[in-house]
């Protein structure tokens, strides 16, 4: 199967089973697909089935949070933040396993549907600089995640709410409902850390 025009910045190679027609952006440098690159749907994305558009959209959207939350455990001094990272990665590393199990299952013969209008997509990854959370450390790094990781969960979120409706497949729905559970959780415990960590200066 052929790589889709978009792929992507993003090293999804590490996380995904060999086999994924994702493959990394050869001319994208090292900043990532956050660091200002544009991102393109793949060809005809919106005419390919629904699921699959979420799987691959929801694919490429989590690789963008494991390359942030990657960055903490050398750059934040905060444990509880470097825990929370873990998860993270740990989280949506099994998602991304599962969603492409789904993939090959369920569209072996189909191409790429990486669909960059699919809600909550295109805003969650506005203004996200990659090169700049590499070079930022401590508390300034911590801030700068925070706000950052925030507004991508805030993406996920709205994404899988379209997917929670739309859907085909139950199995979907069901990670649908498990992405806004804890995505949700996440968004609630950043802010609060946000907020105590402020008052502390």
């Not at 690789?63 to 949506?92: C, N, P, T, Y």
């Amino acid at each position: 199967m052929k790589a889709s025009a978009l792929l992507l910045a993003i090293a999804v190679t590490a996380t995904i089973p060999l086999g994924s027609t994702f493959a990394q952006d050869k001319n994208a440098g090292h900043g990532g697909a956050h660091s200002g690159h544009a991102m393109q749907s793949s060809p005809n994305a919106d005419q390919a089935p629904f699921d699959l558009q979420f799987i691959d959209t929801m694919t490429v959207h989590h690789q963008g949070a494991l390359d942030m939350a990657k960055l903490v455990e050398d750059r934040s001094e905060r444990q509880e933040l470097k825990q929370l990272a873990r998860k993270m990665i740990d989280d949506q590393q099994s998602e991304i396993r599962q969603m492409q199990a789904w993939k090959q299952q369920w569209y072996p013969d189909k191409r790429d549907a990486v669909n960059m209008k699919m809600p909550g997509m295109t805003e969650s990854m506005k203004d996200m600089r990659m090169d700049k959370l590499e070079a930022a450390k401590g508390n300034t790094f911590d801030v700068m995640f925070i706000d950052m990781m925030t507004k991508h969960h805030e993406g996920a979120v709205k994404m899988a709410q379209v997917a929670g409706k739309k859907a085909e497949h139950a199995e979907v729905k069901e990670l649908a409902g498990k992405v806004i559970s804890a995505q949700n959780k996440e968004i609630a415990q950043m802010a609060k850390w946000k907020k105590e960590w402020k008052a502390k200066r």
